[in-house]
């Protein structure tokens, strides 16, 4: 419920939740996108942008974003989930960053 909510509210085009190990949780994205894939690709990027943040002594990387020539990919790393979204070019990345800080806490908590 709280992820098709957030696809809805925030205008997403897919939405991915994978443990930090890569495992999928749960998955909305479009047809022909491989959700396994997509949450095993997402945490090790999630991983390694951590060991980044963490060389450049900036602390815990919380978001990831990707700009690419379609859309934009943004994933959120929570303790112990990340939250991978597809998003469209005219979505308002500063609304986006806080629905999915809102939406990773709940889910932080459920896990």
Do not use: C, Q, W
Not at 56 to 73: P, Q, R, T, W, Y
Not at 93 to 110: H, P, Q, S, W
Request: proline content about 2%.
């Amino acid at each position: 419920m709280i992820l098709s909510d957030f696809a809805r509210t925030a205008k997403i085009e897919g939405v991915a939740l994978a443990r930090k190990d890569g495992l999928v949780v749960r998955s909305k994205l479009p047809k022909g996108i491989d959700p396994n894939i997509i949450a095993a690709i997402g945490a090790k990027v999630v991983a390694n942008a951590e060991m980044v943040s963490r060389e450049l002594e900036k602390g815990g990387a919380k978001f990831i974003h990707m700009k690419a020539s379609i859309g934009d990919v943004l994933i959120g790393n929570g303790k112990k989930i990340i939250l991978i979204s597809l998003i469209g070019k005219e979505e308002e990345l500063g609304y986006l960053l806080g629905e999915m800080e809102r939406v990773i806490k709940k889910l932080d908590e459920l896990f």
